[in-house]
């Protein structure tokens, strides 16, 4: 019995250790429909919920969300706009990793955290016509 | 274009401006702490650094990009929302332990119901635990026993009911010192764990 329980404590510690690893960012603050989701499937995101590599948040007319990564990097997005987390990795032990962000539509507001202090040569924001290299800290790209 | 022409005909300059759409458009705002601040836009065949605030960039579709300078107000009347969505600043406490292990000072224990209402009074607030050590034990090792005074931490929240996803242990090792020193050297100030509630 006891066993048991001890098993079954570590498998969840396990799955809890693993989810967390996976997630790279934190929804905070949203309005409106919010949808999050990778290739072409998508769900409504929730306040709290995870953010992890290659997903899409896609925001409604008169939507918005905000969120945060493990650098401390806050992103605001816009209504009727599609953004990618193309690549978000961050190692908090070293503070290395990259980021790269694709903005395919609509408008967001970066203010970027501890990567772009110690890398700022691995942080990018893409859209369709541009990349955006980071040297500083808050910045708005549109994609109109 | 044509009607990009129209539009502008009849508007004034600040109309003007946003009459006749880029492909994308990025705007540095201010920094802060007044620190220099700078973003570079590259295409295909042009780049560009905006290094002032409220300097713009307009990407045209053909990968031309002009610069121009647009103000706080034309900023604030079209990105007003945008910008009000920026949460609160992130919050820092320092907690010491114990010489030795991952017991906590009297001090620093009683700060922890602190923290946990200034995260809970947070939107999806966040706890971000960081261990530090000093630089007695190797690099891994160090690594390995922040970690584990985070951890210890992290489980605390947890028992308090603060939700699991929600707060992170990062081990930062003898990475970032409070006090610098050099290696092999005793600092009970750099045996420490940083908590971020953001």
């Known amino acids: 019995m006891d066993s048991k329980i001890l098993w079954l404590s570590a498998l969840l510690l396990a799955t809890t250790a693993s989810a967390q690893d996976q997630r790279t960012g934190t929804l905070k603050a949203m309005t409106g429909d919010v949808r999050l989701g990778q290739g072409d499937s ?23 969300v905000t ?9 605001s997005v816009g209504p ?14 070293t503070q290395e990793g990259n980021l790269m962000l ?5 408008t967001i507001r970066v203010v970027t955290g501890w990567l772009s202090k110690l890398h700022p040569e691995q942080v990018k924001v893409i859209t369709p016509t541009s990349v955006v290299g980071v040297r500083g800290t808050d910045f708005i790209v549109e994609v109109p | 274009m044509n009607r990009c022409l129209k539009l502008i005909a009849g508007l004034t300059t600040v109309g003007m401006l946003w009459a006749c759409a880029p492909a994308s458009r990025v705007i540095l705002l201010p920094e802060g702490s007044g620190k220099p601040t700078a973003v570079e836009v590259k295409t295909a065949t042009a780049s560009q650094v905006l290094s002032s605030a409220y300097q713009t960039a307009s990407v045209d579709a053909d990968g031309g990009v002009a610069l121009s300078i647009t103000e706080p107000q ?38 922890m119901p602190v923290i946990l209402t200034r995260a809970r009074d947070r939107k999806s607030g966040e706890i ?3 261990g530090h050590t000093d630089r007695v034990g190797s690099l891994e090792a160090n690594d390995a026993l922040s970690l584990q005074r985070a951890k210890t931490i992290r489980e605390l929240f947890v028992a308090q009911g603060f939700k699991p996803d929600l707060v992170e242990a990062v081990g930062r090792g ?15 100030q750099n045996r420490r764990a940083e908590i971020l509630v953001r």
Do not use: C, W
Request: charged share 20%; proline share 7%.
């Open chain 1, 42 to 64: 998508r769900h409504v995101a929730q306040e709290g919920g995870g953010l992890q590599q290659t997903d899409r948040i896609v925001t409604g007319p008169d939507a918005s």
């Open chain 1, 67 to 75: 969120f945060t990564l493990k650098d401390g990097t806050i992103i």
């Open chain 1, 80 to 93: 009727n706009s599609t953004l990618e987390l193309t690549k978000v990795k961050f190692d908090t032990t």
């Open chain 1, 102 to 106: 694709s903005l395919l539509q609509g």
């Open chain 2, 74 to 111: 034309v900023v604030q009347a079209r990105y007003g929302r945008l910008l009000a969505q920026k949460p609160p600043a992130e919050e820092q406490f320092l907690l010491y332990f114990e010489p030795g292990g991952a017991q906590l000072t009297a001090q620093s224990t009683a700060l």
């Open chain 2, 128 to 130: 971000i635990v960081m």
């Open chain 2, 174 to 188: 003898e990475r970032a010192p409070l006090v610098p020193t050099e290696d092999e050297v005793a600092e009970p």
